[in-house]
């Protein structure tokens, strides 16, 4: 019987012991905002009205005050700038990725990526970020991230965007259409569609290196939208206006359906062409 008790008596002490459990840190770190310079706005980004977007040219600076904070304590926060341009994801014709040509005053892509340590239960932050003179026009993300020391964060809780202007040329190119001559029309698969016109720009369309001319599509059923191979980059050859005249093959791979073609431009600097848009109906 005392061998019985001696046993019972080591085992429920192991048994108390383990029910203890460990102070475990799940809360995520928060972002207090003091001010921002300058003070956002509202626009519309990539078709969708957003409510907090700093507006900002080339050679311009963007300040934040903040002051981040933690239950247990702070370990690094990292500010992160990159372009829009392709919208992410979320369609509407946006421009081709493609290796346009060198020039001698090539613009900047604003890129910023800079990670700090912090440390405490809280700590003011105040930086000041640089928009490069000559910058690539466009939409960019603006993405602050804090994390504690338990590796808890908020990635998506303060991430905003930027509409930046080139100093130089804030004056988008115009599409003219000759052809197609009107904005709904039918085609059969493996049928051809011509498309001319001119791209016109105050300044030269080569300057800044960005140009370029491309067609793309939209599944209206689906909303997915495709670049086509009909993309013409803008070389220094090509002065403020841009002759085109091309044709495209309907896919025999397309579904017939409705379609959406876009004509879309950007000059040297990245300033966006108003879409020119056709209505079009493929059949077998």
């Known amino acids: 019987m005392k061998v019985t008790v001696q046993l019972i008596i080591p085992l429920l002490l192991i048994f108390a012991f383990g029910c203890d459990k460990p102070n475990i840190d799940i809360s995520p770190p928060v972002m207090e905002v003091v001010s921002y310079a300058p003070q956002p706005v509202e626009e519309e980004i990539c078709g969708t009205p957003q409510p907090i ?10 300040t934040f005050d903040v002051i981040f904070k933690d239950d247990v304590s702070l370990s690094q926060y990292k500010v992160d ?18 290796s346009t040509p060198s020039v001698s005053n090539q613009t900047t892509d604003w890129t910023v990526l800079d990670i700090q340590d912090i440390s405490g239960e809280s700590s003011p ?24 020391a338990a590796g808890n964060d908020s990635p998506f809780t303060n991430a905003h965007s930027l509409k930046i202007i080139n ?17 709904n ?11 001319t016109g001119q791209v016109i720009d105050n300044r030269s ?27 013409f980059p803008f070389d220094e050859n090509i002065d403020t206006t841009f002759d085109f005249d091309f044709d495209y093959t309907i896919p025999q791979t397309l579904v017939a359906g409705n379609y959406r073609f876009s004509l879309g431009a950007n000059d040297g600097v990245r300033n966006v062409a108003p879409f020119v848009f056709f209505e079009v109906e493929v059949s077998n």
């Open 53 to 62: 977007v700093f507006l900002l040219q080339g050679g311009e600076a963007l």
């Open 81 to 98: 700038i990159h372009n829009n341009f392709d919208c992410h994801g979320h369609g509407g014709g946006s421009a081709p990725t493609v």
């Open 125 to 148: 932050v105040i930086q000041t970020l640089q928009v490069p003179e000559n910058v690539t026009a466009g939409n960019y993300h603006f993405l602050i991230q804090v994390i504690d």
């Open 167 to 183: 100093p130089l040329d804030n004056v988008p190119p115009q599409i003219h259409i000759q052809q197609p001559a009107s904005p």
């Open 185 to 195: 029309f039918s085609m059969k698969k493996g049928e051809g569609i011509r498309f």
């Open 205 to 231: 369309l080569s300057d800044g290196g960005n140009g370029l001319l491309y067609l793309s599509y939209t599944d209206l059923s689906s909303g997915n939208t495709f670049t086509t191979n009909q993309v």
